[in-house]
Nanobody, 125 residues
Framework: QVQLVESGGGWVQAGGSLRPSCAAP????????RGWFRQAPGKEREFVAV????????DYTDSVKGRFTISRGSAKNTVYLQMNSLKPEDTAVYYC??????????????????WGQGTQVTVSS
């Protein structure tokens, strides 16, 4: 069982920034693609961003391109989501997810086998 620990969510005014992180303390290597998804009240969970296991490849949903940046820390097993120019429509619970070892980047939740508990991001207008 892999534990994913998220932190760094919170409340911010529109135009502000947040930087949630996702750590995997039980993993000694970073050979796992890591994604961020979000779920707003009454809506389905949606893909936000993903970084490949090597860190060389990233993918973003169109609504966050140019505003969000996903990256891996130097230890590889921590992933960050830098969120700039936040909008009220970004308000949601953000979930970190881990894919199987060496799996390619993917946008579907079914491609991930471990999930964090979620961190709330609230953007006020």
């Amino acid at each position: 069982q892999v534990q994913l620990v998220e932190s760094g969510g919170g409340w911010v005014q529109a135009g502000g920034s947040l930087r949630p992180s996702c750590a995997a303390p039980g993993r000694t290597s970073g050979n796992y693609a890591r994604g961020w998804f979000r779920q707003a009240p009454g809506k389905e969970r949606e893909f936000v961003a993903v970084v490949s296991w090597s860190g060389s490849s990233t993918d973003y949903t169109d609504s966050v391109k140019g505003r969000f940046t996903i990256s891996r820390g130097s230890a590889k097993n921590t992933v960050y989501l830098q969120m700039n120019s936040l909008k009220p429509e970004d308000t949601a619970v953000y979930y970190c997810a881990s894919a199987p070892r060496f799996a390619p980047v993917g946008r579907s939740p079914v491609e991930y086998d471990y999930w964090g508990q979620g961190t709330q991001v609230t953007v006020s207008s």
